[in-house]
C-alpha cells in the first residue's frame, strides 16, 4: 500500500485537495506526509501483530506494551482538553475595552488560519476565539452576533434565505440593515466598512479590525406609516432604496391586513415625483421586561400607530395589548409589528409557536395513552390473579 501510494503520490494528493479544497502547496506537503505517516504507523503495527501471532513465549508482555502504547497516544494528542494555563486566560477577553457589552457585533466568521494544520497550539486557537469574540464565544459577556452562521439550527428556511440574500448586497446596504438592527461593531480579518477608522489589534500573531458602525441599539418604536410588497425580493429591494427610512416607516408583506390610514408607498411616490410627507406624532415606550421569548412594553401614543419590536421576528409570536389579543406580523423584515391604538397601553408579546402547542397536545395524549395501558393491563392482571386464586380454592 505504501509503495502504491508513493507511485501515484501525486494524483491522490491533487484529488484530495480538490475535495478539501485545498490549494496552498504548504498545506498539499502537510496531507502528503499526514498520508505517508498513516501508512508507515500502518505497516508497523502490521509487522508488530505478525511478530506476536509468531511467537509463543512473552506474548503478554508485548500486548501489555501494545495496550500502554494506545493510551499514551490519546493522552498525548489531548493533553490540552483540560490545560493548566496563566489564570489570565480566564478573565474577560481585553477586547471588551474596545467593544463595551451589552452590545451586538456582526462578527466575520472567516479565521486567519486553517483549522487542524499549520501546527497551531489548541490552546491558542481557543485564546484567539475567546480573544477575538468569534461566535459565539461573546454570550457569556453579553455580546449578542448578527448575521452568523445557523449554530444552534435555529434559522427558519425564510430566515436562511434572507441571510443569504444580505450576504450579496452592497457594502452600503448591508451597513444600512446592521444599522437598523442596532449592531454597534463590526470585527475581522480586514476592515470593511471603515477601514481609516478600524481600530488594528493583534491576538495570538493575528491582526484583527474593530469598526465602530452604530451609536446605539435598536429600540422599540412608532411609525404611522406602511408599505406592502409581494415577496420577500421585494421588501429587501424596498429597505435597501435610500429613499425608504426603516426609523420612520415599515414595509410588510402585502398580506398583512393594515388600516388604509397607514398605507403609503412612499418609495414609488417619491420616484414618481410627488412627494409625501411621513406623518409624525408624538409617543413614548418603556421597556418593562425583556427576555427570550417574552416582552413587556408600556406605550404611549396621541394618535394609532403601528409598534414595532426590533430583532427576531419569526411565525410563533403572539402579541396581546391591555389583555387583549392582537394580529402581531413581520415589519421590516426582522422586526414584530402590531396596531396600536391612541392612549396608554401596555404590551405583551410571547413567543408561542403553534408546533410548540401541538407537540404539547400530542405528548400529553401520549403519556395518557401510556398511562392509560398501564392501569388496564394492572387491573386485568390482578383480576386474572383473584379468579387464578378462587379456582385453587
Not at 498525548?76 to 480566564?90: C, L, S
Not at 466598512?193 to 422599540?220: N, W
Not at 432604496?241 to 402585502?254: C, G, I, L, R, T
Not at 409557536?353 to 395501558?373: A, E, R, T, W
Request: aromatic share 14%.
Amino acid at each position: 500500500m505504501l509503495f502504491l501510494f508513493l507511485i501515484f503520490k501525486k494524483h491522490i494528493v491533487q484529488g484530495l485537495s480538490q475535495l478539501f479544497v485545498i490549494d496552498k502547496p504548504s498545506l498539499k506537503d502537510q496531507l502528503s506526509n499526514s498520508i505517508l505517516l498513516g501508512l508507515l504507523i500502518f505497516g508497523v503495527y502490521a509487522i508488530f501483530f505478525n511478530f506476536i501471532d509468531k511467537i509463543k513465549i512473552r506474548r503478554d508482555i508485548l500486548l501489555t506494551f501494545l495496550l500502554i502504547l494506545c493510551l499514551l497516544d490519546p493522552i498525548y494528542h489531548n493533553r490540552y482538553i483540560n490545560p493548566t494555563v496563566d489564570e489570565a486566560y480566564f478573565k474577560p477577553p481585553q477586547i471588551l475595552q474596545y467593544v463595551k457589552p451589552p452590545t451586538t457585533i456582526y462578527r466575520n466568521k472567516i479565521l486567519p488560519f486553517t483549522m487542524g494544520l499549520g501546527g497551531i497550539e489548541k490552546i491558542k486557537i481557543m485564546s484567539f476565539y475567546r480573544q477575538t469574540l468569534f461566535p459565539f464565544s461573546g454570550l457569556p459577556y453579553g455580546v449578542k452576533y448578527e448575521f452568523n452562521d445557523n449554530f444552534m439550527a435555529t434559522y427558519s428556511t425564510y430566515q436562511m434565505k434572507l441571510y443569504e440574500k444580505i450576504d450579496g448586497l452592497s457594502l452600503e446596504d448591508k451597513l444600512k440593515i446592521l444599522r437598523y438592527l442596532g449592531c454597534e461593531y463590526y470585527i475581522g480579518n480586514q476592515p470593511m466598512f471603515f477601514p481609516e477608522a478600524a481600530r488594528k489589534i493583534v491576538v495570538e500573531g493575528y491582526t484583527q479590525y474593530i469598526e465602530k458602525i452604530s451609536e446605539e441599539p435598536a429600540k422599540p418604536m412608532v411609525v404611522f406609516k406602511a408599505v406592502q410588497a409581494a415577496g420577500l425580493d421585494q421588501k429587501l429591494k424596498i429597505f435597501i432604496n435610500p429613499e425608504f427610512d426603516p426609523q420612520k416607516e415599515v414595509v410588510v408583506d402585502q398580506s398583512v391586513k393594515v388600516p388604509e390610514k397607514f398605507i403609503f408607498n412612499g418609495v414609488q411616490a417619491k420616484a414618481a415625483g410627488v412627494e409625501g410627507d411621513l406623518i409624525t406624532s408624538n409617543y413614548s415606550i418603556e421597556v418593562l421586561e425583556e427576555k427570550s421569548g417574552f416582552g413587556r412594553y408600556r406605550a404611549s401614543l396621541d394618535k394609532d400607530g403601528i409598534v414595532v419590536i426590533p430583532f427576531n421576528w419569526a411565525k410563533g409570536w403572539k402579541a396581546w395589548v391591555d389583555g387583549k389579543k392582537t394580529a402581531v406580523f413581520e415589519a421590516n423584515l426582522f422586526s414584530k409589528g402590531l396596531i396600536v391604538p391612541a392612549g396608554e397601553h401596555e404590551i405583551m408579546l410571547k413567543y408561542w409557536p403553534d408546533s410548540f402547542v401541538i407537540g404539547s397536545v400530542l405528548s400529553l395524549m401520549s403519556l395518557g395513552g401510556i398511562l392509560f395501558s398501564w392501569t388496564l393491563f394492572y387491573f386485568q392482571r390482578r383480576t386474572r390473579k383473584a379468579l387464578f386464586l378462587n379456582k385453587e380454592m
